[in-house]
Every structure is written in structure tokens, then in C-alpha cells.
């Protein structure tokens, strides 16, 4: 499983903004299910940000899921494991990631993510 699991794995990046940003394009398949493996957050070289991760609903509602996650100017922030077989979010058919910091002209996410069918 975990070989299957690893040849799967995919990475999406997306600049975000002081509002709520959608990470993927389009929102997960109805038929899949998107696990969210990894949360990979660099600072963006002028000050200390916190950024809030959202899930945003099948009615277009964001419900936060990490608030306040504190990402140093010079530093980068991960959310997660090196082990896809535990992810730390999962989206539902639907559903998509989203996330936004607080101050400053945005930051980029990357998220590792793995898909699988229903």
C-alpha cells in the first residue's frame, strides 16, 4: 500500500493573500477523496507571519482547521510527516484546501497531497 501510496504523491503551490485562498484550482472530484499529506510554509524574507488553514466546504464556507500557525520571516514552516499513510487533513469530494496569513502581500504554500478514488 505504502508503494502505491508514494507513487501517487503529488505537490500543488499557490500564493496566498490576507483572505481565504483556495489551494487547488478546482474543487476535489466528487468520486475522490484528497489526502493532504504535507503543509510547507517558507517565510517571506520581511517579517514573522501566522497563516489559518481552511477547509472549504461543498457550500463554499471555510471552516479553519490550523489557526495562527506562526511562519518566521527566514524560516519554513511544515505541517505534517514524511508518512503519506497519515495525513493531517483529508478533503472529501467537493471540498478543496484553503488558507491565508495575516498581514504582508501573501506568502507561498506548497502542499504534498495524494489522491485515491472512492
Known amino acids: 500500500m505504502r508503494r502505491e501510496i508514494l507513487e501517487k504523491l503529488k505537490v500543488v503551490s499557490k500564493h496566498i493573500t490576507t483572505s481565504e485562498t483556495d489551494v487547488f484550482d478546482s474543487n476535489v472530484p466528487e468520486s475522490k477523496f484528497r489526502y493532504i499529506v504535507k503543509i510547507i510554509l517558507p517565510g517571506d524574507q520581511v517579517a514573522d507571519r501566522t497563516v489559518d488553514i481552511f477547509k472549504k466546504e ?43 496569513v495575516n498581514a504582508g502581500t501573501g506568502i507561498t504554500l506548497s502542499a504534498v497531497y495524494w489522491d485515491d478514488e472512492i
Do not use: Q, R, W
Open 58 to 100: 461543498e457550500d463554499g464556507t471555510y471552516t479553519k482547521k490550523f489557526a495562527m500557525i506562526p511562519v518566521a520571516s527566514a524560516d519554513i514552516t511544515e505541517l505534517g510527516s514524511d508518512n503519506p499513510e497519515h495525513p493531517i487533513l483529508v478533503l472529501e469530494g467537493g471540498t478543496n484546501l484553503a488558507a491565508k
